[in-house]
Nanobody, 121 residues
Framework: QVQLVESGGGLVQAGGSLRLSCAAS????????MGWYRQAPGAQRDLVAIIASGGTPTYADSVKGRFTISRDNAKNTVYLQMNSLKPEDTAVYYC???????????????WGQGTQVTVSS
């Protein structure tokens, strides 16, 4: 069993900053990519940022230059530093891990429970 626990969401004014964290626990053999997605009310879940096992990040165009994703492999944790926040960043943010299943011999996606980020204007 693998569990992902997120923290760091909240309410912030436009222009402010928040740092999200997501820690994985349980039977973890190997983690491939780690990422953050977000879902606004009535919208689909979209990729925000993803970081490969080697540390290479990829960002959605809407957050480039404002958000930074990083990972601590020793702690099985991924972070999302969000600066210069805008009201349109308001959403539920979900972390996603791609983890190797020794039982199924494939990589499987796991999701966190989601954390609310609200940016007021």
């Amino acid at each position: 069993q693998v569990q992902l626990v997120e923290s760091g969401g909240g309410l912030v004014q436009a222009g402010g900053s928040l740092r999200l964290s997501c820690a994985a626990s349980g039977s973890i053999f190997s983690i491939n990519a780690m990422g953050w997605y977000r879902q606004a009310p009535g919208a689909q879940r979209d990729l925000v940022a993803i970081i490969a096992s080697g540390g290479t990040p990829t960002y959605a165009d809407s957050v480039k230059g404002r958000f930074t994703i990083s990972r601590d492999n020793a702690k099985n944790t991924v972070y999302l530093q969000m600066n210069s926040l805008k009201p349109e960043d308001t959403a539920v943010y979900y972390c996603n891990y791609n983890i190797f299943s020794r039982l199924r011999h494939i990589y499987v996606d796991y999701w966190g429970q989601g954390t609310q980020v609200t940016v007021s204007s």
